[in-house]
């Protein structure tokens, strides 16, 4: 084994997937989640992926007790990968504490009780969301911080500033901040993917749940944007390809004298996809047209903006390689599995 590895989160959605990678890849893991916007049966979907059950604790990691009692449990942890969040922009302007205690609270806990457990190193699952409405496309590490739109970028602006501010202050970690743009898909094997409570807020699990019926249309928010089409362009990046990217910092962290004591890449495929050619490429991909309207804007959304993926490249060694014909396929392939399971 390469060693323990702590994933907070990691019965959610990128969560599960990086547990697959990080297991495939021969790390021992932990998760904590509590369970607020996942289920405990997650866990069966990544047995049945990678042959191992991880260890699961259920628990928040609010509350520092708790991660005191599994740093007490599960001694030798080397590092953490920190996916505990709130994430629904929406819902953090309309909750702004909720967030700001959640996603903060749980970061400075788990900083706090690295060095005495000698832990070495925290992956943390920042967003391109920190470059706000971009000067110029693609971004770049180095493209200017924005403004956040809403408390959930702004809990991510904080998470990355207090990061730097700790391991400055002499702290003995090292940290990979992970700016993700925005994940879709699921595992190929359609034992895990996205499954958000409620009415889905993001595009791909919406526009599914609409393809099967569960949902009678998609509302495509504004065709009237500065783009080829008018529709607002995203970098769209295949779960399983973000999954990995976490193994390559993981390595690059433990492994590698030449790492920094903090690292910033861009997670993404490099390419700008519009939402209209998004759902052109899953009615290609699938053979299944998908009912929409053209409805005004969605308060808050970024006009256009990818990345630019060089660093991660050349640094990590890593590259998003999976189309988005075959990511709209895994998507498809889960929402029918939804369906057998008589789930949605
Ligand atoms: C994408 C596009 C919508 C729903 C996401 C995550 C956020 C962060 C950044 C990681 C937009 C349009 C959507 C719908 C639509 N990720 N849309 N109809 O807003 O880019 O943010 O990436 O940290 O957590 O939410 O993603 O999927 O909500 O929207 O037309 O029903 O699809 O207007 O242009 P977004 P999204």
């Given at each position: 084994?390469?060693?323990?590895?702590?994933?907070?989160?990691?019965?959610?959605?990128?969560?599960?997937?990086?547990?697959?990678?990080?297991?495939?890849?021969?790390?021992?893991?932990?998760?904590?989640?509590?369970?607020?916007?996942?289920?405990?049966?997650?866990?069966?979907?990544?047995?049945?992926i990678s042959g191992i059950r991880p260890h699961f604790v259920k628990g928040d990691c609010t509350d520092i007790d708790c991660l005191k009692k599994l740093f007490a449990e599960y001694c030798g942890i080397k590092g953490i990968i920190n996916f505990a969040a709130c994430k629904a922009v929406g819902e953090s302007v309309q909750k702004p504490l909720q967030y700001y205690r959640n996603n903060l609270n749980t970061l400075y806990n788990l900083l706090e009780l690295m060095p005495e457990n000698d832990v070495?190193?925290?992956?943390?699952?920042?967003?391109?969301?920190?470059?706000?409405?971009?000067?110029?496309?693609?971004?770049?590490?180095?493209?200017?911080?924005?403004?956040?739109?809403?408390?959930?970028?702004?809990?991510?602006?904080?998470?990355?500033?207090?990061?730097?501010?700790?391991?400055?202050?002499?702290?003995?970690?090292?940290?990979?901040?992970?700016?993700?743009?925005?994940?879709?898909?699921a595992h190929p094997s359609a034992e895990i993917g996205e499954l958000p409570n409620g009415v889905p807020q993001n595009l791909v699990p919406f526009l599914t749940q609409t393809a099967i019926g569960v949902?009678?249309?998609?509302?495509?928010?504004?065709?009237?944007?500065?783009?080829?089409?008018?529709?607002?362009?995203?970098?769209?990046?295949?779960?399983?390809?973000?999954?990995?990217?976490?193994?390559?910092?993981?390595?690059r962290m433990l492994e590698n004298d030449d790492c920094e004591s903090l690292e910033t890449y861009n997670l993404g495929t490099g390419n700008g996809v519009?939402?209209?050619?998004?759902?052109?490429?899953?009615?290609?991909?699938?053979?299944?047209?998908?009912?929409?309207?053209?409805?005004?804007?969605?308060?808050?959304?970024?006009?256009?903006?990818?990345?630019?993926?060089?660093?991660?490249?050349?640094?990590?060694?890593?590259?998003?390689?999976?189309?988005i014909e075959e990511t709209m396929r895994t998507a498809w392939n889960w929402q029918l599995k939804l369906r057998e399971r008589g789930i949605m």
């Amino acid at each position: 084994m390469k060693g323990r590895i702590l994933v907070t989160g990691g019965t959610g959605y990128i969560g599960s997937h990086t547990t697959v990678e990080l297991q495939n890849a021969g790390y021992e893991v932990i998760i904590i989640d509590n369970l607020s916007n996942s289920n405990e049966n997650v866990l069966d979907g990544i047995e049945r992926i990678s042959g191992i059950r991880p260890h699961f604790v259920k628990g928040d990691c609010t509350d520092i007790d708790c991660l005191k009692k599994l740093f007490a449990e599960y001694c030798g942890i080397k590092g953490i990968i920190n996916f505990a969040a709130c994430k629904a922009v929406g819902e953090s302007v309309q909750k702004p504490l909720q967030y700001y205690r959640n996603n903060l609270n749980t970061l400075y806990n788990l900083l706090e009780l690295m060095p005495e457990n000698d832990v070495k190193c925290i992956v943390l699952s920042s967003s391109c969301t920190v470059y706000g409405e971009p000067d110029e496309n693609p971004v770049t590490e180095n493209s200017p911080i924005k403004k956040a739109t809403s408390p959930y970028g702004n809990t991510k602006q904080i998470a990355e500033e207090v990061i730097a501010d700790y391991i400055n202050s002499g702290a003995p970690i090292k940290s990979t901040l992970l700016r993700y743009f925005n994940p879709v898909g699921a595992h190929p094997s359609a034992e895990i993917g996205e499954l958000p409570n409620g009415v889905p807020q993001n595009l791909v699990p919406f526009l599914t749940q609409t393809a099967i019926g569960v949902r009678s249309e998609l509302s495509v928010f504004g065709n009237d944007y500065n783009t080829p089409d008018g529709s607002c362009i995203r970098d769209f990046i295949n779960v399983v390809d973000l999954a990995k990217a976490h193994v390559c910092a993981l390595d690059r962290m433990l492994e590698n004298d030449d790492c920094e004591s903090l690292e910033t890449y861009n997670l993404g495929t490099g390419n700008g996809v519009s939402v209209l050619e998004l759902i052109n490429a899953f009615e290609k991909a699938t053979g299944v047209k998908v009912p929409y309207k053209i409805v005004g804007r969605r308060a808050g959304d970024i006009e256009k903006v990818w990345g630019d993926t060089t660093k991660a490249n050349e640094i990590l060694g890593w590259k998003a390689c999976i189309s988005i014909e075959e990511t709209m396929r895994t998507a498809w392939n889960w929402q029918l599995k939804l369906r057998e399971r008589g789930i949605m």
